[in-house]
């Protein structure tokens, strides 16, 4: 198992970055992937960006392609999305999911507010 803390999150105002940390720790060795998540009220959660473990491929959803970055400090064992020129619709609870070789589920972090507002 490996175990995730979100920090980062809070109020920003609309054009305004944010930089979501996203610390693990455990069974580092089995993490195939980090994958970054949101839920907006009254929405289903979606994806948001993700990193191969070993390799830092990553791939992002369109709606934040060129506003966000996902990136990882090896040292840290830690991965962070950095989300640029914030919109109001960028509101939403973010989580972090790890992936682990052999296994089709996630590890969840416990989730992290973020908030765009004036």
């Known amino acids: 198992q490996v175990q995730l803390v979100e920090s980062g999150g809070g109020l920003v105002q609309p054009g305004g970055s944010l930089r979501l940390s996203c610390a693990a720790s455990g069974a580092i060795f089995s993490i195939n992937a980090m994958t970054w998540f949101r839920q907006a009220p009254g929405k289903e959660r979606e994806f948001v960006a993700r990193m191969r473990w070993s390799v830092e491929s990553t791939n992002y959803a369109a709606s934040l392609e060129g506003r966000a970055t996902i990136s990882r400090d090896s040292a840290k064992n830690t991965v962070y999305l950095q989300i640029n020129s914030l919109k109001p619709e960028d509101t939403a609870v973010y989580y972090c999911?790890?992936?682990?070789?052999?296994?089709?589920?996630?590890?969840w972090g416990q989730g992290i507010q973020v908030t765009v507002s004036s």
């Open positions: 999911a790890a992936s682990l070789y052999g296994r089709s589920d996630y590890n």
